[in-house]
């Protein structure tokens, strides 16, 4: 079974939406983190905003990541687009969460969640999370969309943590195991 990891650049105050205020803390110990994420993944599932942006600006790309984007199987949550056209998209337009649920249960390795900060409230909603990698950026930046939303509320595990010499600081979690009832 895979396990589905979404991950995500954090502002210090919660904001995760157009994060180019991250460059500036650009490192290859970063790097590295990411390359190994995407290691250990074989499909990404994304929300339509974040699939646009990355339909737009990976094809033509010469960075690193550009071939294993390009290549990797993707599905893209929407229920507005009419086609993705993006080398191995599927659209998922019904029935979404048990769609997801039947990924999940396919071998392979995990399915990442890049952005898609609606996408992951309603994934995370459903209990199909199993893994946030959050890397916090020391950053406050005031506005913008906020990865969770008001009045969501969860309980994580801390899986491990990574400092790095940017000030960025990496934070696996894990959905906490329900309380047991007495």
């Given at each position: 079974?895979?396990?589905?990891?979404?991950t995500?650049?954090?502002?210090?105050?919660?904001?995760?939406?157009a994060p180019s205020w991250t460059f500036e803390f650009r490192s290859d110990?970063?790097?590295?983190?990411?390359?190994?994420?995407q290691f250990e993944s074989d499909m990404l599932l994304l929300g339509r905003i974040t699939y646009e942006g990355f339909?737009?600006?990976?094809?033509?790309?010469?960075?690193?990541?550009?071939?294993?984007?390009?290549?990797?199987?993707?599905?893209?949550?929407?229920?507005?687009?009419a086609t993705a056209d993006?080398?191995?998209s599927t659209i998922i337009r019904e029935n979404i969460m048990e769609e997801v649920a039947q990924l999940k249960q396919q071998?392979?390795?995990n399915i990442l969640v890049y952005g898609s900060g609606t996408l992951v409230d309603s994934l995370?909603?459903?209990?199909?999370?199993?893994?946030?990698r959050l890397l916090i950026f020391p950053v406050v930046v005031g506005s913008g969309?906020?990865?969770?939303?008001?009045?969501?509320?969860?309980?994580?595990?801390?899986?491990?943590?990574?400092?790095f010499d940017t000030g960025v600081t990496a934070l696996i979690y894990h959905p906490a195991a329900p309380e047991e009832k007495n």
């Amino acid at each position: 079974m895979r396990k589905l990891v979404v991950t995500e650049f954090v502002s210090l105050d919660g904001v995760m939406e157009a994060p180019s205020w991250t460059f500036e803390f650009r490192s290859d110990k970063i790097a590295k983190f990411k390359g190994d994420e995407q290691f250990e993944s074989d499909m990404l599932l994304l929300g339509r905003i974040t699939y646009e942006g990355f339909a737009q600006a990976w094809p033509n790309s010469t960075d690193k990541g550009a071939d294993w984007m390009n290549s990797i199987p993707k599905y893209v949550v929407t229920i507005t687009l009419a086609t993705a056209d993006w080398n191995n998209s599927t659209i998922i337009r019904e029935n979404i969460m048990e769609e997801v649920a039947q990924l999940k249960q396919q071998d392979g390795r995990n399915i990442l969640v890049y952005g898609s900060g609606t996408l992951v409230d309603s994934l995370m909603e459903a209990g199909l999370v199993d893994e946030y990698r959050l890397l916090i950026f020391p950053v406050v930046v005031g506005s913008g969309k906020r990865l969770f939303k008001d009045n969501r509320t969860a309980k994580l595990k801390l899986a491990s943590s990574q400092n790095f010499d940017t000030g960025v600081t990496a934070l696996i979690y894990h959905p906490a195991a329900p309380e047991e009832k007495n």
